[in-house]
T-cell receptor, first 117, second 114 residues
Framework: GAVVSQHPSWVICKSGTSVKIECRSL??????MFWYRQFPKQSLMLMAT?????????EQGVEKDKFLINHASLTLSTLTVTSAHPEDSSFYIC?????????????FGPGTRLTVL | AQSVTQLDSQVPVFEEAPVELRCNYS??????LFWYVQYPNQGLQLLLK??????LVKGINGFEAEFNKSQTSFHLRKPSVHISDTAEYFC????????????FGTGTQLKVEL
């Protein structure tokens, strides 16, 4: 199956700093990438949908100025958590798909554990 | 609006016993249904999906699920579980024209015991 990687796998940062997380599709071109957030023992909550070459679409309640998403190429999307605070600590997961029809499989990255001190 | 309900937050089962993980959904339009498995500190892996056609869908690792439109359910089953099946299982739904956006259930922790 298709492979999606995330870097870093875990990161610890100080409050007030910014952190960038990369999501890459290794063997396919991802027209769409998704960013999810998962709190301990909870489900995945969609944060935003990112289409290559266009602005990301954020879900209701997600601050677009705090969670900056860039999808500059068909194989790379980045999520930057700006001015991170302890409440931003979470498991961030990306997924990628090569289609737009609704039944295209999403391939998930292994996730990035962010801890803000 | 769509929603997905997984009523069982935890399901303990003995090894080699059968298991069913329940999933119900709500949607006013046609849906596509998915089951994912998540091992600790990892991303999600697709177990199986229902897009159309036969309502009984077979997936990886011996899992299967049946789409029941009248009951708006998509329960996941395995006739004989193994210790290695211990993981978190998520039911998810997307719909035609929704651009592949997935709505996830709250997950079911399957714990297989000896």
């Amino acid at each position: 199956g298709a492979v999606v990687s995330q870097h870093p796998s875990w990161v610890i940062c100080k409050s007030g700093t910014s952190v960038k997380i990369e999501c890459r599709s290794l063997d396919f071109q991802a027209t769409t990438m998704f960013w999810y957030r998962q709190f301990p023992k909870q489900s995945l909550m969609l944060m935003a949908t990112s289409n290559e070459g266009s602005k990301a679409t954020y879900e209701q309640g997600v601050e677009k100025d705090k969670f900056l998403i860039n999808h500059a190429s068909l194989t790379l999307s980045t999520l930057t958590v700006t001015s991170a605070h302890p409440e931003d600590s979470s498991f961030y997961i990306c997924s990628a798909t090569s289609g737009r029809t609704g039944n295209d499989e999403q391939f998930f990255g292994p996730g990035t554990r962010l801890t803000v001190l | 609006a769509q929603s997905v309900t997984q009523l069982d937050s935890q399901v303990p089962v003995f090894e080699e016993a059968p298991v069913e993980l329940r999933c119900n959904y709500s949607s006013s339009v046609s849906v596509y249904l998915f089951w994912y498995v998540q091992y600790p500190n990892q991303g999600l892996q697709l177990l199986l999906k229902y897009l159309s056609g036969s309502t009984l869908v077979k997936g990886i690792n011996g899992f299967e699920a049946e789409f029941n439109k009248s009951q708006t359910s998509f329960h996941l089953r395995k006739p004989s579980v193994h210790i290695s099946d211990t993981a978190e299982y998520f039911c998810a739904v997307s719909f035609a024209g929704g651009g592949n956006k997935l709505t996830f259930g709250t997950g079911t922790q399957l714990k297989v015991e000896l």
